[in-house]
């Protein structure tokens, strides 16, 4: 649960007309991560593609731009290979060792037609915007009067138009070479022609008037009369592209899930016919190294038994302690293991990288703290609940595809939490709820729950004195705000470096561990009590010698250790950047402050909306001025919404990625990845 799927390593070898049919299997099995070959020895080279790959990856490449312009879904399940084969008249009885769709197939004539349906659309996307422009500056110029070719075509003679804003400055501005020139102005708009010799002067009155020039389009006879061509041509060029899609619609809708069938059934057939260059070829003989899941090993070997004359399943063992030790070894691919409710947040740990291999998977972690840390930072029960409208919106519309639901899922919790926190803290769209009539019983009943907290020893030790339930955060409960936070993050690191001194202990040993995550842990703890003692103990020093500050010292002491055997920088750099570190760990703590800053602010944007908008909307007399006091307030209340699903996220991010991940994340883990890659679209291959 909180590590990766145990791998063991393949070597196959056999006969080299068998490769097909083993690169088949492979990519059926949808569970073999083949690694690839390099190096030429022994007689040994990297292999070349089939043949026949040329033929598929023709095919493929016109699926591929076919799913990049429909954007076809499939909300049907997965199309059984049998349709698939037939779509595209392969024979799955024939003794070919390659699936190559026939070129007599409907489905690839029909894709043709579509391929023209869209080649069609662009070229009128093209032609549009082109008569757009000659439309735009046709209108212009057609205010002069003149014909195309007279502003255009006149030998010895430069004509400028341009834009002018103020018409009445121009006889004034052109008053002393006016015999020298022909000036025509019109409606915002104005020619001037005149020979070459005069043409730097009439440039530079036209920069002191502040015209815009403007391009003449090509074309002869009355701008009018073209601009009326144009706008037909435009208009039937627009009907034409609109029919064309209407075409593409409906093809996608009858054919879409059947092209993202055939597409991943052909990037499989891709994958199996260009394997070759992944493998080690001799003239008579192939070999290939592959990871799979070591539970599947009983299955492997019988499957492929038949195929190759040698099969070898070793499952790996990192069996070397010294820390410093560098091998170079390939290391398994990392595949992850987590629960159906956790696998979402895997695109969380994937924007930093997959956990080394032996490593503690810190997935199901992320999926509990993450929603909680955005919840109590945005805490609004309101807030919360367009946050869910929004997830349900977000699976409505792409929750079929992989990021759609991953987005959506990861959505859900933040906004559960959300409303969760908004409820314990009693706000709703910044209005705190506590005595509204529909609350109160609530929150008289939770009061009566947890008031006790605060006279209780554990809540006057840890200085909660303001701690219950509703918890008010932005007033009475501001400094439990702060405490609370620096408490979550203390403990936040404090498993940080517990599973770091897993991850060492697993790799090097119990001394490592210690040195390395251990002291850690004793300058954490030690630095914790020795504050804590400091601010709720007036007899107590801040640089005394104590228990605590003993902890400290010694922490210290095994990090400098750490750092200059372990770490190898030397006992000079131990000495140097032990105590330097041991500052960092601070600022990691401190970091956690953003749970009280941020949450208070998004509680004062939301509070100024509802004083400045909906309180004076409410005291206004004036119908005018209540709908501007009301837009105000929606205005305001979108922007705390906007800020509140951006800025939470972020802190929450850099909470995780920063602060707690970097005392224990590798992040060096290679993605596992199926050959042939993992069905979506296409029934599971009955191998």
């Given amino acids: 649960m909180f590590s990766t799927v145990e791998m063991a ?203 815009k020039p403007v391009q003449i389009p090509s074309g002869e006879g009355k701008p009018s009369k073209m601009l009326e061509s144009s706008s037909t041509k435009l208009a039937k060029t627009i009907a034409a592209m609109e029919t064309a899609q209407k075409s593409m619609e409906e093809w996608s809708n009858k054919h879409g899930r059947m092209l993202l069938a055939v597409n991943e059934y052909l990037e499989r057939e891709e994958a199996i016919l260009t394997g070759h260059v992944k493998c080690a070829v001799s003239e008579h003989a192939f070999a290939l190294e592959a990871w799979f899941p070591a539970k599947s090993s009983d299955l492997i070997k019988s499957k492929f038994k038949k195929l190759v004359s040698h099969v070898s399943v070793e499952a790996y063992v990192d069996d070397h302690h010294h820390h410093g030790d560098h091998h170079d070894e390939e290391k398994p691919p990392i595949e992850y293991d987590n629960m159906s409710p956790g696998k979402p947040f895997e695109s969380l740990t994937d924007l930093v990288g997959r956990p080394a291999y032996n490593t503690v998977d810190p997935t199901l972690m992320v999926m509990i703290t993450f929603p909680i840390l955005y919840g109590m930072i945005l805490g609004d029960a309101g807030y919360g609940f367009i946050l869910f409208c929004l997830a349900m919106l977000l699976r409505a519309k792409i929750g079929h595809t992989p990021f759609g639901k991953t987005a959506s899922t990861i959505l859900t919790w933040m906004a559960i939490w959300t409303m969760i926190w908004g409820l314990l803290y009693a706000e709703i769209f910044g209005f705190i709820v ?117 902890v400290v010292i010694a922490g210290i002491g095994c990090l400098i250790i750490g750092l200059a055997v372990f770490e190898k920088l030397g006992w000079a750099g131990g000495f140097i950047m032990g105590p330097i570190e041991t500052f960092g760990l601070l600022a990691n703590t401190l970091s956690y402050m953003r749970i009280m800053a941020v949450g208070v602010a998004g509680v004062m944007i939301a509070h100024l909306a509802n004083e400045k908008g909906y309180h004076m909307m409410i005291e206004a007399t004036n119908p005018l001025l209540m709908g501007a006091f009301f837009l105000l307030w929606i205005a305001v209340h979108l922007f705390a919404l906007a800020l509140g699903i951006l800025s939470p996220s972020i802190h929450a991010v850099r909470l995780h990625f920063v602060e707690w991940m970097s005392k224990f994340h590798d992040g060096s883990g290679e993605r596992f990845s199926p050959f042939g890659g993992r069905s979506q679209h296409v029934e599971v291959h009955k191998s």
Avoid at 46 to 75: F, Q, Y
Avoid at 494 to 518: D, S, T, W
Wanted: net charge negative.
């Fill in 9 to 211: 390593k393949l070597l196959l070898a056999g006969p080299r007309q068998n490769l097909d049919g083993v690169l088949r299997l492979c990519g059926n099995l949808e569970n073999i991560h083949i690694s690839d070959y390099s190096s030429e020895t022994d007689g040994m080279k990297v292999g070349t593609p089939h043949p026949n790959a040329n033929e598929i990856s023709t095919v493929l490449t016109k699926t591929r731009s076919c799913i990049a312009s429909l954007k076809p879904v499939n909300k049907s399940g997965k199309v059984s290979r049998k349709e698939i084969e037939k779509s595209l008249s392969i024979d799955a009885n024939s003794d070919s060792e390659t699936n190559l769709p026939s070129q007599d197939s409907k489905f690839l004539q029909s894709l043709e037609e579509v391929i023209i349906l869209i080649e069609n659309v662009r070229a009128c996307e093209s032609e549009i915007v082109k008569l757009e422009e000659q439309i735009l500056a046709l209108k212009k110029v057609a205010p002069l009067g003149m014909s195309l070719e007279l502003l255009t075509g006149v030998k010895a003679i430069e004509i400028f138009v341009a834009e002018i804003s103020k018409p009445s400055k121009v006889k004034a501005a052109f008053s002393e070479i006016r015999s020298d020139i022909e000036l025509l102005t019109s409606e915002g708009i104005l020619a001037v022609a005149c020979e070459s010799k005069h043409s730097a002067e009439v440039q530079i009155i036209l920069g002191e008037l502040g015209t």
């Fill in 434 to 550: 506590e005595d509204w009539t529909i609350f109160a019983g609530f929150y008289d009943w939770t009061y009566e729950m947890t008031y006790a907290f605060k006279k209780s020893s554990l809540g006057k030790t840890l200085g909660l004195g303001h701690t219950y339930i509703p918890f008010h955060r932005a007033d009475g409960a501001l400094m439990d705000y702060v405490l609370f936070s620096i408490y979550f993050g203390t403990a936040h690191l404090a498993l940080g470096f517990l599973i770091g001194f897993i991850n060492v202990f697993r790799a090097h040993g119990f001394l490592p561990a210690f040195f390395e995550k251990g002291s850690w842990m004793m300058i954490l703890f030690g630095g914790f009590g020795h504050c804590f003692r400091f601010i709720t103990d007036e007899k107590y020093e801040l640089f005394t010698l104590s228990t605590w500050s003993a």
